[in-house]
């Protein structure tokens, strides 16, 4: 079983849909959350992080965490054409400031006009 | 501010060779991670390196090596190359913190095809 166990899809919703993302995860020591997204061709871009449990907005994306359940979400509202991209949720197993981030296989969506 | 620059773009290799790839983070970041991403296996942690140092390694093979200048540019090198090492190999840059937000700043990475 992977550590960071993410569905790779495809999901295709038309414009203006709310898009939810998840992520399981089975290592209760990690803290840090992170949803990166990857355009085709293009290197990983950070979206948000959360520390812990709970939510964090920023602007149409909305980030859970469920340290309990050990589950996370990103939620996208209003979907737009240009959010098709590949999403990654990502924990952070590095300790000490350094950075070990495991990823889950990344979800590919698809926003149709 | 100029991006992670990660050179070659595209290289194809035969088995048995070695590859270097090279790595410029972004100017004031010392912090620098290597990911191998394929189709089958994701994103996975190669190796990260802070003041010429390495701090944190993955599971890969000795095969699998790297280092970092007192410029903080780094390189990586694959030897005796195989057929599954193909993949998008992406460097990764950020500013080392208390805390482990996770904030990278990934290259556009370097595609190894092994025939």
């Known amino acids: 079983q992977k550590e960071v166990e993410q569905d790779p899809g495809p999901l295709s919703v038309p414009e203006g849909a709310i898009v939810s993302l998840n992520c399981t995860y089975s290592n209760s020591a990690f803290q840090y959350f992170m949803w990166y997204r990857q ?6 871009e950070l979206l948000m992080y959360t520390y812990s449990s709970g939510n ?3 602007g149409r994306f909305t980030a859970q ?3 309990s359940s050990k589950y996370i979400s990103l939620f996208i509202r209003d979907s737009q054409p240009s959010d098709s991209a590949t999403y990654l949720c990502a924990m952070n197993a590095g300790t000490g400031g350094y950075n070990k981030l495991i990823f889950g296989a990344g979800t ?3 926003v149709h006009p | 501010k100029a991006g992670v620059t990660q050179t070659p773009r595209y290289l194809i290799k035969t088995r048995g060779q070695q ?5 410029s983070p972004i100017s004031g970041h010392r912090s620098v991670s290597w ?5 089958g296996q994701g994103l996975q942690f190669l190796f990260e390196y802070f003041s010429e140092t390495q701090r944190n390694k993955g599971n890969f093979p000795g095969r699998f090596s790297g ?11 694959v030897s005796t190359l195989e057929l599954g090492d193909s993949a998008l190999y992406l460097c990764a840059s950020s500013l080392l913190s ?3 937000t996770g904030e990278l700043f990934f290259g556009e990475g370097s595609r190894l095809t092994v025939l």
């Open chain 2, 98 to 100: 208390r805390t482990n």
């Open chain 2, 35 to 39: 990911y191998q991403q394929t189709p």
């Open chain 1, 39 to 44: 355009y085709s061709r293009k290197g990983p």
């Open chain 2, 19 to 23: 590859v270097t790839l090279s790595c």
């Open chain 1, 108 to 110: 590919r969506l698809a």
């Open chain 2, 67 to 77: 280092r970092q200048f007192s410029n903080s540019r780094s390189e990586m090198n």
């Open chain 1, 65 to 67: 965490v469920d340290k």
């Open chain 1, 56 to 58: 964090k907005e920023d």
